[in-house]
């Protein structure tokens, strides 16, 4: 049985990933970021591509380097969070040690990847929480009723295909710029 901070934190995630809409991301307020700021001493702007200069006699990293400490911390991210999903299919330690290892290698370039198509698939957000919820259901009553991997794996592609396939249906409505006022009647 999976540790029981997971399936606490896989429901979290899943009812988060929900109910919360329309929310404003805040760089300033990542862990990484702050934890950056305070310990490495760093310009107030980007100096090209160099992810350090040397300035008074001291190495500065820049924001470019920031940003590529932020993109490895998210790949931390990303393979903590497969977690719960590898649960959801297998308990055997191989499989879920090497699939976090793929993820920190793979999902980096799929999230850029989808990050483009994020906009046009609305539905994905609670998709990705009805998955979550589904996995931590499963874990939680793992211990009475073992649910087969092939019955798993066919939930959540349902899920995941279902999201895409209503987004694509049923697109997010484009807002239109106002329409201009009639000219005033001549006199």
Known sequence: MPVPAVVGTTARVGGKLFFERGAVVHPERNLAYRAFRRLVPATDGYRGTRLVVREGGRLLATPLFLVLVTIEATDVVFAVDSVPAVFAVTDDPFIVYTSNIFAILGLRALFFLLSGALGRLRYLRPGLAAVLVFVGVKMLIAEWWHVPIGVSLGVIAGIL??????????????????????PPPEA
């Open 161 to 182: 295909a279902g999201a895409i396939a209503v987004s694509v249906a049923r697109p997010a409505p484009t807002s239109s710029p106002p329409a201009p006022e009639p």
